[in-house]
């Protein structure tokens, strides 16, 4: 089967991120005698160097870990909340009936910092110095420009020059934007970290994480925000400029926490996800659904399977509309939505044609609320840079996007992790620290009553989504990609063609994918596409021709255009395995 390149092999770890300097970053961790967890970490930190038009220091990140000396998995919870002032009541005062998708307004408490820090002092064995330095040092010195970096300041330079001055004071030196291939540096992010360095004192290592954890949301950084936040009025994607809501009171109300996973058993496997503050248990519902469909007969690159999997995904995403938020804030049936009974009456309505409704089901006690997503809104995309889908920015603006790691080391510890937001795009930059915040807050709807309602301290439903699998009850998998709604299609195609064909990871990210539009989007202006179903080209012509014959508004993409997959796993004889996505030429593994 074809594959773009060999998929690695090791004994003694395995490191699969969306950017190659990244993943050497986290195998020199490993070859110093750092766990999974301190590798992660510095890799994380270089990706906010590597691709900022995809995260930041200033964005949040959900991650899953495997703990092999207890056995155990665990979820690292990096969203931020809403600030206290941001409410359906504030929003309605304001006029907006949705929450904007750039600019000061959509800002949550910056969580990624948080959950990285909790991670490095109660699982890793590092300095915090120590895993920084890495991206100091590409900060301080400057990092290789991939091509769409340019492409994306040059998309923003007008708003940054007219009005995101910050912003265009660190992307646009000397009033231009940076050329591909030359070394980029970020002196004021360089110093931020520095700082916190600095200002990491204590009378042991986990004292001295913590004292940088303080500087984060109680010190200089949080007070940076806050000044910032409360003095500017910022153009946003209304068109209009706004003050923020966030405050550093919200920065120090706020810490990273540690759950345990949602999972589904499913063929021999336990797939675990984050939790419905998350889109994540959307893919354990498509597994609930597709468990009683023969997808090991049916070719995985057929028209059978690629119409069976897209309508499983719309009836799991029509749930995710209707039900998930955060589970402190509201009631989330997952019990019932994962059940044998609900997935069997559900599976009846997949027939042999395309669904062009928004169908949640049926749950007792539960009145199920959706917002249509109107095709009108879709001119919205057009008006503002940094705004939309990031994976459907051909369509207009060009929104930000995500970065993956997934680590396996030689004593079995696992790492998925998805950091995101924050990135060039999604707000002006706070000149004082060198980096903007995430936008996350936009996922939220204004409108009182669902599940996802905003509200003071809650967690936006985030799209961010990474995997884990257990096999046989034993930890074999880490996975994951970016791409906003479509994480939670691409990775269950990749699993499936795994568990069902007998792919390798490499072969299975490779493969032909696909993506479907049904949905609202979780990005301003949520826009949603009944019925569209979008096909890389190199899937047969005769297979477009057999889903439309179906109903499906299907049409064909480039032919490398689905998908920024990654992956890790661990056999039963020791050896690791890891395989990265070839689209964009960015993401690799390494391992030996």
Partial sequence: MFTTRPEIA????????????????????????????????????????????????????????????????????????????????????????????????????????????????????????????????????????????????????????????????????????????????????????????????????????????????????????????????????????????????????????????????????????????????????????????????????????????????????????????????????????????????????????????LRPGSVPGFTPQVDRGGEARAALLTRAPGVGEPTVARLGAMGGDTCHVDIIDRWGNMVSATPSGGWLQSSPVIPELGFPLSTRGQMFWTHKGHPNSIAPRKRPRTTLSPSMALRDGKAWMSFGTPGGDQQDQWQPIMFLRMVHHAMTIQQSIDAPSFHAEHWPSSFWPRVARPGKLVLESRFAPAVLDNLKARGHLAEFGADWSEGRLSAARLEDDGQMFAGANPRGMQGYAVGR
Wanted: hydrophobic share 45%; with cysteine; aromatic share 8%.
């Fill in 10 to 357: 090791g004994t003694f770890g395995v490191v699969a991120t969306t950017h190659w300097i990244a993943s050497s970053v986290g195998m020199a961790v490993l070859e110093r005698g750092g766990n999974a967890f301190d590798a992660a970490v510095a890799a994380a930190f270089v990706l906010n160097v590597a691709e900022p038009h995809l995260n930041g220091p200033g964005g949040d990140v959900p991650i899953i870990i495997h703990d092999a000396r207890t056995a155990t998995q665990h979820v690292i919870c990096g969203q931020g909340g809403a600030p206290d002032a941001a409410t359906p009541e504030k929003f309605a005062e304001l006029g907006l009936d949705l929450v904007p998708g750039t600019g000061l307004l959509p800002a949550v408490v910056p969580g990624a910092f948080d959950a990285w820090a909790l991670m490095l002092r109660d699982w890793g064995t590092m300095e915090l110095h120590d895993v920084l330095a890495y991206a100091i040092g590409y900060a301080r010195n400057g990092i290789h420009l991939v091509p769409r970096i340019p492409a994306a300041i040059e998309q923003m330079r007008p708003m940054f020059e007219e009005e995101w001055k910050t912003s265009a004071a660190v992307f646009l030196p000397d009033g231009k934007v940076p050329e591909p291939g030359r070394l980029f540096a970020r002196p004021a992010l360089a110093d931020t970290w520095e700082r916190l360095c600095r200002e990491s004192v204590g009378a042991s290592r986990e004292a001295r994480i913590d004292a940088a954890r303080n500087a984060w949301y109680r010190g200089f950084v949080a007070e940076a925000i806050g000044r910032f936040y409360g003095t500017q009025e910022i153009l946003d994607s209304t068109g209009r400029r706004n003050k923020g809501l966030l405050t550093a009171d919200d920065m120090a109300r706020w810490a990273a926490s540690v759950e345990a996973p949602l999972g589904y058993d499913y063929h021999g496997h336990t797939v675990l996800k984050v939790g419905p503050w998350s889109q994540g248990p959307a893919m354990l519902q498509q597994l609930a659904l597709l468990k009683g469909f023969d997808l090991a007969a049916m070719d995985p690159e057929g028209p059978e399977f690629v119409h069976t999997v897209a309508e499983a995904a719309k009836l799991a995403f029509a749930d995710r509309e209707a039900y998930y938020g955060d589970p402190e804030f509201a009631q989330v049936p997952m019990a019932h939505l994962l059940s044998d009974s609900y997935n069997d009456a559900r599976r009846k309505l997949i027939t042999g044609t395309a669904s062009m409704e």
